[in-house]
């Protein structure tokens, strides 16, 4: 259970959250605990649904947002994230079962998203100290400037939620996967 209360529905969310809850609901045909959750302050909503949306709409594909989703959520131990991601990197980037555990593993099958991976990793592990060297290498695998500052902003993105689901202990309501064997 929650720390604080998931509302059950989108009626039992302040009246602010509810127009974007809505927006959430004709998008995914339903509206995942997160946002239920994250609905219980309008301005953080708005915050992660702006951020999320514009993101969205930028040169990562998919795909790699999801690797990226997934390396994240490995490194902060978010249970909430990894069943999200696994199911969203299955059925909406379509990722084979061998790439997700990659990406869990700060990996990639691709050996061009490998890099995103990596770097994405090494933000996380050094909160963001990275070197120039790191910058470069990314850049040397064919990614744009653009495509540099995506990175750094999805892996804030990821461990905005990351953080939300794991101080908050929201109720996963996607298929839960398991502990990566050592």
């Known amino acids: ?20 809850l809505n927006n959430v609901q004709k ?14 302050s309008p301005a953080a909503l708005e915050g992660y649904l702006s951020l999320n949306g514009a993101l969205s709409k930028g040169k990562l594909n998919a795909a790699t947002r999801e690797r990226i989703a997934l390396a994240v959520g490995e490194l902060n131990q978010c249970g909430y994230c990894l069943a999200a991601h ?11 079962g061998a790439e ?7 990996a990639s099958t691709d050996a061009k998203a490998e890099v995103a991976v990596r770097f994405a990793v090494d933000i996380v592990q050094k909160r963001g100290h990275v070197g120039a ?4 290498e990314v850049r040397q695998a064919g990614y744009s400037d653009a495509e540099i500052v995506e990175i750094v902003t999805h892996v804030a993105l ?16 996607f298929p839960e996967v398991n502990k990566l064997a050592a």
């Open 133 to 136: 060297q790191a910058v470069e």
């Open 1 to 20: 259970m929650s720390r604080i209360p998931t509302p059950a529905t989108i009626d039992d969310t302040p009246n602010a959250s509810r127009p974007l």
């Open 100 to 106: 997700i555990e990659a990406n869990r593993r700060g």
């Open 27 to 40: 998008m995914l045909g339903s509206v995942p605990n997160l946002f239920r959750i994250v609905a219980t």
């Open 158 to 173: 990821n461990t905005l939620t990351n953080y939300v689901n794991s101080v908050l202990d929201t109720t996963i309501d």
């Open 86 to 96: 696994t199911y969203l990197g299955t059925n909406v980037a379509k990722l084979t």
